[in-house]
């Protein structure tokens, strides 16, 4: 059974820090890894999607690897802002659902201090 | 952009009430999703659709019912609302076709409260 693993649960950082959050995933036989960010009492934003064979993707100051033999995946955030504060949620799409379901991380919990 | 849009950010039903909650998505997509997400739990799918009038269950379906009548538009149905769905739902939508490999994208969200 395909599980999500995010740690830190929770980061606290000053402003100006470039981070790292981390997934690990226990079955490598996947669709594809995405990122996604919720702000408190809000719907999921896409941030990253990786597929399967590919090894990264960027967008702006983030930057996402996935290593799918070791089942994990890393968000860099570079040059962090009080404006990341947020949930990061990593998930993943597993081959043998059909990629019809998407199995969830429990997040990591950013605080970006001023 | 894609955009998904839900009826209500917020809800409150009492205890053996039908509550209808409505999702809309305006890029054509043929899959949409129904999750809801509690504390310590994560998020859960509770159904999803692959195409107009085609449902399928997810991993905590019981006490919900859903309606794909239209590409665009997925309703989930709780036919006798109860304390212990009060939660944060949220719904989704992705292409399909040979994109299985696309992303998902996610609706504001609604708070349901059933008192």
């Known amino acids: 059974k395909q599980e999500v693993t995010q740690i830190p649960a929770a980061l606290s950082v000053p402003e100006g820090e470039n981070l790292v959050l981390n997934c690990s995933f226990t079955?490598?036989?996947?669709?594809?890894l995405q990122w996604f960010r919720q702000d408190p009492g809000k719907g999921l934003t896409s941030l990253l999607l990786i597929q399967s064979s590919q090894r990264e993707q960027t967008s702006g100051r983030l930057n996402a690897s996935l290593d799918k033999s070791s089942g994990r995946s890393t968000l860099y955030i570079a040059a962090s802002q009080p404006g990341d504060s947020a949930t990061y949620l990593c998930?993943?799409?597993?081959?043998?659902?059909?990629?019809?379901?998407?199995?969830f991380g429990a997040g990591t919990r950013l605080f970006v201090k001023a | 952009d894609v955009k998904v849009t839900q009826s209500s950010r917020y809800l409150v039903k009492r205890t053996g009430e039908k509550v209808f909650l409505e999702c809309v998505q305006d890029m054509d997509h043929e899959n949409m999703f129904w999750y809801r997400q509690d504390p310590g739990l994560g998020l859960r799918l509770i159904y999803f659709?692959?195409?107009?009038?085609?449902?399928e269950k997810g991993d905590i379906p019981e006490g919900y019912s859903v309606s794909r009548e239209k590409k665009e538009r997925f309703s989930l149905i709780l036919e006798s609302a109860s304390t212990n769905q009060t939660s944060m739902y949220l719904c989704a939508s992705r292409a399909s076709g040979r994109a299985l490999a696309k992303a998902q994208y996610f609706g504001p969200g609604t708070r349901l409260t059933v008192t």
């Open positions: 998930a993943v799409s597993p081959l043998n659902t059909g990629g019809f379901k998407t199995i």
């Open positions: 079955d490598s036989a996947i669709y594809n």
């Open positions: 659709s692959y195409d107009v009038k085609m449902k």
